[in-house]
Structures are given as C-alpha cells and as structure tokens.
C-alpha cells in the first residue's frame, strides 16, 4: 500500500517551544513514523532528545541543523543509535525529515 501526505496538510504542532513544529506524515501498522520538523531561526529543543526505544533517522532539508555538537548542512544525513541522545538547536532556522523505524 501506498501513502502519500503533503506538508502543508500536516498540521504543525510545538512539542517544546515557540518557534518549533511537529508535523507528523505516516505511522506505520509496525510503530515506524515520519515526521517533518521545522525550527525557527535561533531555536533550541528543550532539554535532551533522547533516541528510545530505537535509532532515529534525520536528514537536513534545508538551513542548517545543529546536534548540539556540530553543524549539519542542509543533504547532510545523520543516523543516531538507539540509547544515543542530543540537544537539537539552529541560528538559522532549518527543515529536517525524521524517520523513526522502531517508533
């Protein structure tokens, strides 16, 4: 089966702050989900984005995304571990597509 959902039909949500929205685009019957987040220029999830019960797929759309670490361009793609975490921040503002396979 196939499933097709555009951005804009998502309705965004703040999961933490002013300046960040959650748009969720599919849940899979397994637990598996996707989701477009977007973040404001000089914006900082709050608190430590820990990565349970499985790995969290990230790949940079556009601006520029930071792991709290490092700078991530946007066509960067970034695996993290299950159990891993990070605090994700931007100056810029950026647009990440997140997959989550274990849910």
């Not at 914006?43 to 969290?56: A, I, K, L, M, R």
């Not at 991530?72 to 990440?96: D, E, K, M, R």
């Amino acid at each position: 089966m196939r499933a097709v959902r555009r951005r804009a039909a998502s309705p965004g949500r703040s999961p933490c702050r002013p300046g960040i929205r959650l748009r969720p685009l599919w849940a899979g019957d397994d637990g598996a989900k996707a989701f477009v987040l977007e973040m404001d220029a000089n914006t900082c999830w709050q608190g430590v984005d820990v990565h349970e019960p499985g790995p969290e797929e990230v790949f940079v759309v556009s601006g520029v995304f930071n792991d709290g670490d490092r700078d991530h361009p946007a066509g960067t793609f970034i695996h993290a571990a299950a159990g891993s975490s990070h605090v994700p921040q931007t100056t810029t503002g950026c647009t990440l597509f997140l997959f989550y396979p274990a849910g």
